[in-house]
């Protein structure tokens, strides 16, 4: 019954419902600020706060899913999701609006966290790294077509109606949930909600094999948000290319990500997850290290960067399903609570490392390509270390 493509498919729905509601939102943002005649900074919030309602979510639906179960927790957050969209559909003042994205982006991520928790419950540690994997190469295409859609939507019609498409995404993923998911978590009424959230964090932090693989996962993320964060600023202001051609080179990025979570579902049962990690991990650590190597020599290009940016993206879709699989497994029993940590602590790295590189200068590329290095040798370092510590 699980094992097919349109439970994956649903899943991954599912899971890729928050980052729908965010990459479906940039291209808008203009036309937010011009509707309510506010300022850019306000209009901002409408993604900021969804990124922090998003990032404190995943804390309470870990623990939440492993206490009462996933179902009632999903359909908790896929309802929470629809009316937020509903409310941003309607919203006469951008106050409203604000708070619309709010309980949008903290409905939908219930699904980033229960559905990698789901696999984990019917699969084998390898296996979820392979699902995971399919997951993830479904999931990638959000960032590369959904502006495309929102840019498309919002021309033809008006900016709300990128809110109906989110509305329909909510609307499949809860009826996949209500008539084609039963509970797969063996529930144990003896659990308490509070004890979990107290205890359960501080047993996986203090685990050497879940601080390796959120650790590597984490700043995994932290040099793609870098990428995503800087690179807009170094393109217009640096190289004077227009936002098309920002957009041809992330999709690069993105489609070399993706082609690394395809290698991943074959290779890893083959190699197991440790090694996978490692192997991919330096690779993209030597292939950072390149950039400002290019750039010394005098290759100042954004092919300098995006070039072995798509190495490295490759190498990261080969290891992230891996290191997603291997964080909420290290202890089956809170699984939950696994995913809900990894999340948490990924999306506060990642958030992070955009900050930061979007205050870097934007008329020289060193800066950032240093933190590309940076992040990249935190992610190797860091899981080699911890994971040569479990061992």
Known sequence: MFQNARFVALLALMAGLAPISIHILLPILPEIERTFSTSSGTSQLTLSLGLFAMAISTIAYGPAADRFGRRPVVLFGLTAFLLGSCLCFWSPTIQILIIGRVIQAAGGAAGMVISRAIVRDIFSREDSAKIIGQMMSMIIL????????????????????????????????LTFVICGYKETHKLNPNRNFFREMSTAFPILLKNPSFLAYTIYASFGVGLFMTFSGGLPFLMQNLFGRPPSHFGFFIMLIMTGFLIGTFLSTRLTPKLGIDKMITFASGISFLSGLSIPLLLFTGFVSPWALFGPGTLMAVCHGLSMPNAQAGGVSVNPAVAGSASGLLIFIQMSIGAGFAQIAGMLPSDNPYPLAIQICVASFLAFVGFCFFIKKHK
């Open 142 to 173: 959000a960032p590369i077509f959904v502006p495309l859609i929102g840019a498309f939507l919002s021309e033809i019609f008006e900016w709300r109606s990128v809110f109906v498409f989110t509305i329909l995404a909510g609307i499949i993923s």
